[in-house]
């Protein structure tokens, strides 16, 4: 620490995480005035989204004579004419004083370290207030049916079986609806060479309104990153993801923000398109099943789960 400063934070106070989005953010960081207080100082603590809106918090002041450890809580209002939206907000601490009425900072630091999120499920339970299970619907050579999607309360895990017999898949999807954000699962595909995984943002008609992720499952490690507007596919890249996805569980991202879509594995920016969104609201799906484009030898059964899911 430097005692020269009047003020400094006490190591790394940021919080780190995620966490729900609420009306009010609270977080409580700690200082040290190096000296006493010989003119008020001024603190507030604040959010900024990837387009650069802030969330700021009532300004706080340390009032002559203090000095020492001081801990301050500061409440963020998240209220505003828009929803806030999911993903990650970088966070500004800043101190000031008044000198001839103008401010003089004496701290401004910043941290990436937090996260947002309307909806953290870690599936303990399966909420049908936030989730609908597909009932019957041909996709492909297959059919998603309810009875292929089930909630493993043990494992606290949402398993979706295919069935190579019948050609049977499950998906299951959002209530809600959404246009922008970031949107996060961690899951282990089926090893069930000839059906995908889909995890995606989609909305009716076909190709106006849907941000994809496709996984092969197989051994292979085939991803696909998809993107629709308008009645057609505007951008398409097929990836290899350097592992076996079969194995293990992986995270897997996309956000969809006004003027970008990118996409992640295991926190690592894979593609990005800059480009205007401007979609109407759509349902988180994640689905898994047996497309007709796909023809291998030999079609098999398997079982996906998903671990927890953020957005």
């Given amino acids: 620490m430097d005692s020269s400063l009047p003020i400094q934070l006490i190591d790394n106070p940021f919080p780190h995480g995620d966490f729900l989005i609420s009306n009010q953010f609270d977080v409580s960081i700690p200082f040290v005035l190096n000296k006493p207080v010989k003119d008020p100082i001024y603190l507030n603590y604040k959010l900024t989204d990837i387009h650069g809106t802030e969330y700021t918090s009532d300004t706080y002041t340390v009032e002559k004579g203090n000095e020492g450890k001081l801990t301050v809580a500061f409440s963020v209002s998240l209220t505003n004419d828009e929803i806030p939206l999911s993903g990650d907000y970088k966070q500004t601490i800043t101190a000031w004083v008044l000198n001839y009425k103008q401010p003089q900072i004496l701290l401004e630091e910043e941290s990436d370290s937090i996260s947002l999120f309307h909806q953290i499920?870690?599936?303990?339970?399966?909420?049908?207030?936030?989730?609908?299970?597909?009932?019957?619907?041909?996709?492909?050579?297959?059919?998603?049916?309810?009875?292929?999607?089930?909630?493993?309360?043990?494992?606290?895990?949402?398993?979706?079986?295919?069935?190579?017999?019948?050609?049977?898949?499950?998906?299951?999807?959002?209530?809600?609806?959404?246009?922008?954000?970031?949107?996060?699962?961690?899951?282990?595909?089926?090893?069930?060479?000839?059906?995908?995984?889909?995890?995606?943002?989609?909305?009716p008609p076909d190709y106006y309104n849907e941000v994809d992720i496709e996984i092969f499952n197989d051994s292979t490690g085939t991803i696909m990153y998809t993107m629709y507007k308008d009645g057609k596919e505007r951008y398409h890249k097929k990836a290899n993801l350097g592992f076996d996805p079969t194995v293990a569980f992986h995270e897997y991202r996309f956000d969809v923000y006004e003027d970008q879509v990118a996409f992640y594995v295991d926190g690592e920016l894979q593609e990005k398109w800059m480009t205007t969104t401007e979609y109407e609201p759509m349902q988180l799906m994640i689905n898994s099943w047996y497309p007709s484009w796909l023809s291998p030898e030999q079609i098999h059964s398997g079982e996906t789960l998903i671990d927890w899911v953020k957005y």
């Fill in 121 to 203: 499920d870690k599936f303990e339970a399966f909420d049908f207030n936030k989730w609908e299970i597909r009932q019957e619907f041909p996709l492909g050579r297959s059919i998603l049916h309810k009875s292929q999607v089930s909630h493993i309360t043990e494992k606290g895990k949402v398993a979706i079986l295919l069935d190579e017999t019948e050609l049977r898949g499950g998906e299951f999807r959002t209530v809600e609806k959404y246009q922008a954000g970031s949107f996060r699962t961690s899951m282990k595909v089926a090893n069930a060479p000839g059906s995908i995984t889909g995890f995606f943002l989609y909305a």
